[in-house]
């Protein structure tokens, strides 16, 4: 079946610095990634949708000078946390859309748990 | 903007019980349901999909129902285990995934 991964799964960084989150597909392309971000005992909101070899289009509210996305190639995407606050501290999950695929044909990454201390 | 509720937030049963989960959505121009599972710290497991053009689709003691007149889904679990215990996600697709607030169950040995 189709996998997606993240790494790190977890991290701790100190306010103040940045931390990059890879979201990759293992064994599909994935044109269209997304980026979800969940607080505690609280549903996914979607972040991001990025789009291989495009700017990523932002939610409403969503810094895109601070959440910066690239979407490098058919396989692989990544979050970085600019300035990291403690305020930023949440689970982060991304899913891809196989190529070609309809929105529901998503897979989901595992999450990565990013702690700002 | 779709927003879609579900209730209840927490649920807690014996295990054996039949149960229903509800999922509720503002707007009925929806192309997709689907229903996943998410355990603590985890990602999601996609449990059941049902197209738009589908009112139900069943995967072993799962069932699930759309109703887009009523705005309304149901996830039906028979004869609940513990290892069902997780928090329960339905998300609609109108060309991206609008999630539920999720329904965490407990089930009781």
């Known amino acids: 079946g189709a996998v997606v991964s993240q790494h790190p799964s977890w991290v701790i960084c100190k306010s103040g610095t940045s931390v990059k989150i890879e979201c990759r597909s293992l064994d599909f392309q994935a044109t269209t990634m997304f980026w979800y971000r969940q607080f505690p005992k609280q549903s996914l909101m979607l972040m991001a949708t990025?789009?291989?070899?495009?700017?990523?289009?932002?939610e409403q509210g969503v810094e895109k000078d601070k959440f910066l996305i690239n979407h490098a190639s058919l396989t692989l995407s990544t979050l970085t946390v600019t300035s990291a606050h403690p305020e930023d501290s949440s689970f982060y999950i991304c899913?891809?859309?196989?190529?070609?695929?309809?929105?529901?044909?998503?897979?989901f990454g595992p999450g990565t748990r990013l702690t700002v201390t | 903007k779709q927003e879609v509720t579900q209730i209840p937030a927490a649920l807690s049963v014996p295990e054996g019980e039949n149960l229903v989960l509800n999922c509720s959505f503002t707007d009925s121009a929806i192309y997709n349901l689907q229903w996943f599972r998410q355990d603590p710290g985890k990602g999601l497991t996609s449990l059941l999909l049902i197209q738009s053009s589908q009112r139900e689709q069943t995967s072993g003691r799962l069932n699930a129902s759309l109703d887009k007149s009523s705005g309304r889904s149901t996830l039906y679990i028979a004869a609940s285990q513990p290892g069902d215990s997780a928090t329960y996600l339905c998300?609609?697709?109108?060309?991206?995934?609008?999630f539920g607030t999720g329904t965490s169950l407990t089930v009781i040995p």
């Open positions: 899913s891809a859309r196989i190529r070609g695929g309809s929105t529901y044909e998503q897979y």
């Open positions: 990025s789009n291989e070899g495009s700017k990523a289009t932002y």
């Open positions: 998300a609609f697709d109108q060309n991206q995934f609008y």
